[in-house]
């Protein structure tokens, strides 16, 4: 099963798990705005229930489920501050419920949670690994590290064999771009393809570490062993860049005649900002080995091409 599975992450997690031959359970809400769609997973031939997770008719999926991989929830960081109440029932209410669901009717279903490494807030040291502590500064950080930490209760207090992954910021095909609410990387893609000027906030040097989604979706996979059950995990790229460095990278890649340019920072954003970021993933890598493959220049290449190639997503909303 994916929860969230025609979105951006759990659409690639599902072409890659059709691919390996899996019989695959898709269940997504469709909340507007999020990027949800069932062009995600066009020609695939999967089962999709549109409903939220903690809607009980996911019970009758869940109980014939091997592996879950609960990626359903709300990633807007702007969105949380202006509809706190719809980003905790998103990422934190309705995961409670699905729990519930799950503990009554499949509760050794191996189980792999997302949530993000905007938990950590501004960070005091770098690169940030698990045992920094949790400040969030947005709702969105605090409703995700409730559900992560949800997720864990489970795992412990009813031996649920659970793990949560803390995403670092994650780029590429079937992400939606006609928002300027869901991170800076698909805004920066669709300026870039469509011969815009990037606008960066602040002077470019703001440094993030990027992963392709496909890396993502290796380490979701690989966070399925038995030995990560009961842990949070990081997911992220050992390697940062500037924000300038990111858009210079996206403009050569789509030869954008808009270039980048400097603006100040909106009020709104600036007062969740957290800084420069870079992830450690020694737990993850050290455990299951798993590590990012993709080079940023060659993601950025392989992104820009799958929206030449599709340009529904310069369009969709």
Known sequence: MVTGGLGFIGSNLTHALV???????????????HGGSDHNIAGLDVDVLRCEIGDPAVRDVLRDADVVFNLAGQVSHIDSMDD????LHLNATTHAAFLEHLRAVNPTARVVHTSTRQVYGVPTTTPVAEDHPAHPVDVNGVAK???????????NAHSMPITSLRLTNVYGPR???????????????RMALLDQPIRIFGDGTQRRDCLHVSDVVD???????????GQVLN????????????????VDATGSTGGFTFVPWPPEQQRIDIGSFRTDSTRLSSAVGWQAKIDLTDGVADTVDFYRGDPWYLSST
């Open 145 to 155: 590290l409730a559900g992560e930490q949800l997720h864990i209760v489970y795992a």
């Open 84 to 87: 706190p109440l719809l980003d």
């Open 19 to 33: 691919a390996a031959v899996a019989s695959v359970a898709v269940i997504d809400a469709l909340v507007p705005g």
């Open 219 to 229: 380490a979701i996979v690989a966070a399925t062993d038995d030995r990560l059950a």
């Open 235 to 250: 997911v992220g790229s050992p390697r940062d860049e500037s924000l300038g460095s990111i858009a210079k990278l996206i």
């Open 175 to 189: 992400q939606r771009l006609t928002s300027d609410r869901l991170g800076f990387l698909p805004v920066f893609f």
